[in-house]
Nanobody, 121 residues
Framework: QVQLVESGGGSVQAGGSLRLACAASGRSFATGVMGWFRQAPGKEREFVARIGGSKVYADSVEGRFTISRDNAKNTVYLQMASLKPEDTAVYYC?????????????????WGQGTQVTVSS
């Protein structure tokens, strides 16, 4: 059974940093894609970043967030810097065994439970 478990969320003031981690178990995603999405209250789930052969970022986080992965640990990270109140959301890890997935959440096969990130002004 595949599981994705996020960690690292919390509360931070604007301008601060946080690092999220997502550990996968049950199968390897070394040749696939792992990504991050987020969902703020009353809004749809939106793409944040993905990694798998290439790194792709949402325009809203480009230059502030960095996605990376450790294939040996089957873990993906999201380093978030210069955080803004509008980054407040539940952040979800997602994974796919295919590399032909990018911003569409429907293309990902597996999801974590989410971790809350709150940025105060």
């Amino acid at each position: 059974q595949v599981q994705l478990v996020e960690s690292g969320g919390g509360s931070v003031q604007a301008g601060g940093s946080l690092r999220l981690a997502c550990a996968a178990s049950g199968r390897s995603f070394a040749t696939g894609v792992m990504g991050w999405f987020r969902q703020a209250p009353g809004k749809e789930r939106e793409f944040v970043a993905r990694i798998g052969g290439s790194k792709v970022y949402a325009d809203s986080v480009e230059g502030r967030f960095t996605i990376s992965r450790d294939n040996a640990k089957n873990t993906v990270y999201l380093q978030m810097a210069s955080l803004k109140p509008e980054d407040t959301a539940v952040y979800y890890c997602a994974a796919s065994t295919s590399r032909l997935v990018f911003r569409d959440p429907g293309a990902y096969d597996y999801w974590g439970q989410g971790t809350q990130v709150t940025v105060s002004s």
